[in-house]
């Protein structure tokens, strides 16, 4: 991509991004940005209306009666994003591919952890970890995000988010709060996932386009695997195909959730298509956590 028009897309996405992020967090939502970055400080005896999530199960054993955790808050938080950039983000039947809802996405929360003064960094994964950017903070560290997000180009084209979570067990030390952006075209990660999960505040940001839920009527039809180039030729006229493709469709979705669910993670559904301002879905989700 030529120098120019890059630095006119960084502007464009970093411009619309930072207007989201104002939107995003105002009022109490920033309240969201606690929980996991706390640092132990004492216990005392449950009261009415605690999270019943900080209840010390050792000391509430040996008296009898309920005590909880109670926390300070540390100033400076982690914020991570991981980005799938494998192959099968870059599909869309609207307007735009996945990926360039994944970039907006990205941009939007790295403005809204700077602005609430933490460091955020960056992990692009395929079946490797294409590129690491160690949280920092500021808007130079913001711009150097939105730069990779819109100019990058995988070396590898497959998923493997298991790869991508252990290197985030592994690398990142700190407890952090972690946004993984995915299609999750993947379902070999729950023993990796739990681990984050106990270790990390994550959320999944699971991206789908609308055609993925249903097929459409539109007779024969040569479908290409982007990560593996296989071709298939569907026949989606026929009822009981297309009958098949959404139960095989309906039992993929259980099963993530139910990685999600066992490994205490938070899943957000962005659908292309239905879901592009995702602003809302965002802000619901940071107020009910906030809460």
Same mark, same amino acid.
């Given at each position: 991509?030529?120098?120019?028009?890059?630095?006119?897309?960084?502007?464009?996405?970093?411009? #619309?991004?930072?207007?989201? /992020?104002?939107?995003?967090? /105002?009022?109490?939502?920033?309240?969201?940005?606690?929980?996991?970055?706390?640092s132990f400080a004492e216990v005392r005896e449950?009261?009415?209306?605690?999270?019943?999530?900080?209840?010390?199960?050792?000391?509430?054993?040996?008296?009898?009666?309920?005590?909880?955790?109670?926390?300070?808050?540390?100033?400076?938080?982690?914020?991570? @994003?991981?980005?799938?950039?494998?192959?099968?983000?870059?599909?869309?039947?609207?307007?735009?591919?996945?990926?360039?809802?994944?970039?907006?996405?990205?941009?939007?929360?790295?403005?809204?952890?700077?602005?609430?003064?933490?460091?955020?960094?960056?992990?692009?994964?395929?079946? #490797? +970890?294409?590129?690491? @950017?160690?949280? /920092?903070?500021?808007?130079?560290?913001?711009?150097?995000?939105?730069?990779?997000?819109?100019?990058?180009?995988?070396?590898?084209?497959?998923?493997?988010?298991?790869?991508?979570?252990?290197?985030?067990?592994?690398? @990142?030390?700190?407890?952090?709060?972690?946004?993984?952006?995915?299609?999750?075209?993947?379902?070999?990660?729950?023993?990796?996932?739990? +681990?984050?999960?106990? #270790?990390?505040?994550?959320?999944? +940001?699971?991206?789908?386009?609308? $055609?993925?839920?249903?097929?459409?009527?539109?007779?024969?039809?040569? $479908?290409?695997?982007?990560?593996?180039?296989?071709?298939?030729?569907?026949?989606?006229?026929?009822?009981?195909?297309?009958?098949?493709?959404?139960? &095989?469709?309906?039992?993929?979705?259980?099963?993530? &959730?139910?990685?999600?669910?066992? /490994?205490?993670?938070? &899943?957000?559904?962005?659908?292309?298509?239905?879901?592009?301002?995702?602003?809302?879905?965002?802000?619901?989700?940071? #107020?009910?956590?906030?809460?």
């Amino acid at each position: 991509m030529e120098v120019n028009e890059l630095l006119r897309k960084v502007r464009k996405v970093e411009l #619309k991004s930072r207007d989201m /992020s104002r939107l995003l967090f /105002s009022g109490d939502t920033l309240s969201f940005f606690k929980g996991r970055g706390m640092s132990f400080a004492e216990v005392r005896e449950y009261q009415y209306s605690d999270d019943v999530r900080f209840i010390d199960w050792n000391v509430t054993a040996r008296t009898g009666v309920p005590f909880v955790k109670v926390y300070e808050e540390e100033r400076e938080l982690n914020v991570i @994003i991981m980005v799938d950039v494998s192959k099968s983000s870059f599909f869309g039947t609207g307007t735009r591919l996945k990926s360039e809802l994944i970039t907006e996405m990205s941009a939007v929360l790295a403005f809204s952890a700077v602005q609430n003064n933490d460091r955020v960094g960056l992990i692009l994964f395929s079946d #490797k +970890i294409e590129l690491y @950017i160690p949280p /920092s903070k500021g808007r130079n560290q913001i711009l150097r995000i939105i730069r990779e997000m819109v100019n990058f180009r995988p070396e590898n084209k497959n998923t493997d988010i298991r790869k991508a979570l252990r290197f985030l067990n592994t690398v @990142i030390k700190k407890n952090s709060i972690c946004f993984m952006l995915s299609d999750f075209q993947d379902d070999l990660f729950g023993a990796q996932m739990r +681990i984050a999960g106990r #270790k990390h505040d994550l959320i999944a +940001i699971h991206i789908e386009d609308k $055609a993925e839920h249903q097929l459409p009527d539109v007779g024969m039809l040569i $479908a290409v695997d982007p990560e593996t180039n296989e071709e298939f030729v569907l026949d989606t006229s026929d009822p009981a195909f297309r009958t098949a493709y959404q139960k &095989q469709f309906e039992a993929r979705k259980k099963k993530l &959730q139910k990685i999600f669910g066992e /490994s205490k993670v938070d &899943q957000i559904e962005i659908t292309m298509g239905e879901d592009e301002n995702f602003v809302r879905k965002l802000l619901y989700f940071f #107020k009910s956590r906030a809460r």
